[in-house]
């Protein structure tokens, strides 16, 4: 149970023994990026991953989306073992269940803001992909800039874009790798503001890795990382 009283029952994403490696360049022997991490995260739940750089944190979080195989362990998305499927496969259930935002925003820069954030729905089959899509850029304050391309737009609000992007489809899940990483401190803190404000309304289960103690502080637990392993796992600091 959070701060809010909230029950967190039900396991939106399950891990258990995970781990990853991969040779070293002499070939004699294995790098260990990861080893033995398992923990579970309920609906609703808030979680920050912190460590310093080179702790594993950001390999944790593409593991955990599937975009990364490992070596042992396995996670599980509702129920779903994610490496019991194909590749096509694991990019359906992300398509289905998870959202992204990302430190660099990885928007496409060739579609203007308003496409950009449709194109999860349009995958997702949905036929009123630009009218979600422009309310959800209306959310984040950026309804007269639908027709912009990234380039035209400020670190800020390229983050917003990226913000509608991930909660547009809905997802159960939303997997946060340093998202105020390229913004100046003001502007971070505007988007943390508003990426939690959403996130509450919306329900989502949300995992951020971050090696931001106080933007750790505002989840509900955080995970603490070390040389690839996880070393503590304890309840948020209130405040």
Known sequence: ??????????????????????????????????????????????????GASGSGK????????????PAAGTVRIQGRDLFALDEDARAALRGETVGFVFQSFQLLPALTALENVMLPLELAGAADARDVAARWLERVGLDGRLKHYPKHLSGGEQQRVALARAFAP????????????????DTGR??????????????????????????????????????????????????
Not at 20 to 38: C, F, T, Y
Not at 58 to 69: E, F, K, N, Q, R
Not at 207 to 220: F, N, P, Q, W, Y
């Open 190 to 239: 505007a988007v943390i503001e508003l990426m939690f404000k959403l996130n509450r309304e919306a329900g989502t289960t949300l995992i951020l890795v971050t090696h931001d103690e106080s933007l750790a502080a505002r989840c509900g637990r955080v995970l603490r990382m070390k040389a690839g392993r996880l070393v503590e796992a304890a309840a948020a600091a209130a405040g």
């Open 58 to 69: 950001s390999t944790l979080l593409g593991l955990l989306a599937g975009l990364d195989v």
């Open 170 to 185: 809905n997802p159960r899940l939303l997997l946060a790798d340093e998202p105020t990483g390229n913004l100046d401190a």
């Open 1 to 50: 149970m959070d701060r809010s009283g909230i029950e967190f029952s039900i396991p939106v994403i399950e891990v258990e023994n995970l781990a990853k490696r991969v040779p070293v360049a002499d070939g004699q022997g294995e790098l260990h990026i990861l080893e033995d991490v398992s923990f579970s995260v309920g609906a609703g739940e808030s979680v920050a991953i912190v």
